[in-house]
C-alpha cells in the first residue's frame, strides 16, 4: 500500500513548507535567531522550536520534562502553557544545534509520511490537546497549515519575503476560509439576510462571499453578491494576519477597504481572528 491519494497533496505542501523554513534558518547567524517575530514573546528561535516540537510529537516522541519559568507574560492559559515547554526547553539553544535537530526532525517526519498507509479517516492522536484526536487528513492538513503560517512568520521577521502562493499557501487559505461563516454569524453577530464579501488580491487571489439565511445560518460561496451588506479589499498577506491574530486591524487598517454597514465591518474585523 501506498499513501492514500487524497492526503498526497497535503503532505506535499507540508514538505515544501518546512522545507523552506530549513534553508530560512540555516544561513543565520546565532544574533538573528533572536528576532522578535509576531507571535507574542516568540523570536525566531522560539518560532522553530514550535515547529520542531510539534513535529517530535507527531512522530510520537514523549514531551520533555520542563518546568517553565513563572514571567512568561504571553503564557496566560492551559494550552499556551501545553504549547510553550517543547519552546521554552530549547532557548537555550545554539543555532547549530537548532539546524541539527530540525535537519533531523524533518528527515525522520518525511520517512514517516512516505510510509504512511492509513485511511484519511483513521483517528490519531491530536499532540495540542491533552488526550485529543483528530482524523489522520485533519491533522495532516493542520500541520501543512501550522507550519505555513510560522514560515511566513519567520519570514516577516527576517524580510524575506516569499511563498505566498505556494501549496501550504492554498491550503491555509481554504482551512481560513472555512472558519468564515462563523466568524460572520456567530462571532460578529450579523443579521439574517445579511451578506459579507471578501475580495482579496496578492499573489493568492479570491473573492467569497458569505450569506446569512433567516435562520442566522451563514454558507460561503464564491458568486458574487448584489448590494451586499459589507465589504472587504485587502490583500492576502494581511488577510492572513489578520485571520491568524498577527495583528489587529487598526494595525493595518491601511491595508484595509471596507465599505457598507460600518458597525457590522468593525464587529467582522474584530472576531477575525481565528487561531489560537
Not at 27 to 51: I, K, Q
Not at 241 to 261: H, M, Q, Y
Request: aromatic share 6%; net charge negative; with cysteine.
Amino acid at each position: 500500500m501506498t499513501v492514500h491519494p487524497s492526503l498526497q497533496p497535503v503532505i506535499d505542501a507540508w514538505t515544501h513548507s518546512i522545507e523552506a523554513i530549513n534553508e530560512l534558518v540555516k544561513p543565520l547567524a546565532e544574533s538573528d535567531w533572536n528576532r522578535a517575530t509576531e507571535c507574542p514573546g516568540w523570536s525566531v528561535r522560539d518560532v522553530v522550536s514550535h515547529v520542531i516540537g510539534v513535529e517530535c510529537e507527531m512522530l510520537g516522541e514523549p514531551r520533555p520534562i520542563h518546568t517553565l519559568p513563572r514571567d512568561l507574560y504571553h503564557v496566560t492559559d492551559e494550552f499556551t502553557r501545553y504549547i510553550e515547554v517543547q519552546v521554552d526547553v530549547r532557548r537555550c539553544h545554539t543555532a547549530l544545534e537548532m539546524t541539527a535537530e530540525l535537519d533531523y526532525t524533518i528527515l525522520r517526519r518525511c520517512r514517516q509520511l512516505r510510509n504512511e498507509t492509513r485511511s484519511p479517516r483513521a483517528t490519531v492522536r491530536w499532540p495540542l490537546g491533552s488526550g485529543s484526536e483528530q482524523t489522520l487528513e485533519r491533522a495532516l492538513t493542520v500541520r501543512a497549515f501550522d507550519v505555513w503560517v510560522h514560515e511566513q512568520d519567520l519570514r516577516r521577521a527576517l524580510g524575506m519575503p516569499g511563498n505566498l502562493d505556494s501549496p501550504a499557501a492554498v491550503v491555509a487559505r481554504d482551512f481560513l476560509l472555512r472558519a468564515l461563516p462563523r466568524v460572520v454569524a456567530k462571532d460578529a453577530g450579523a443579521w439574517p439576510g445579511s451578506t459579507v464579501v471578501f475580495d482579496v488580491g496578492g499573489p493568492l487571489e479570491f473573492m467569497r462571499t458569505v450569506r446569512v439565511d433567516a435562520q442566522g445560518k451563514a454558507t460561503i460561496d464564491g458568486s458574487i453578491s448584489l448590494g451586499p451588506t459589507v465589504t472587504f479589499a485587502t490583500d492576502w498577506e494581511t488577510y492572513a494576519r489578520l485571520a491568524c491574530g498577527r495583528v489587529r486591524p487598526e494595525a493595518v487598517a491601511d491595508r484595509i477597504k471596507a465599505g457598507g454597514d460600518a458597525e457590522l465591518a468593525a464587529a467582522v474585523l474584530g472576531n477575525f481572528s481565528v487561531t489560537p
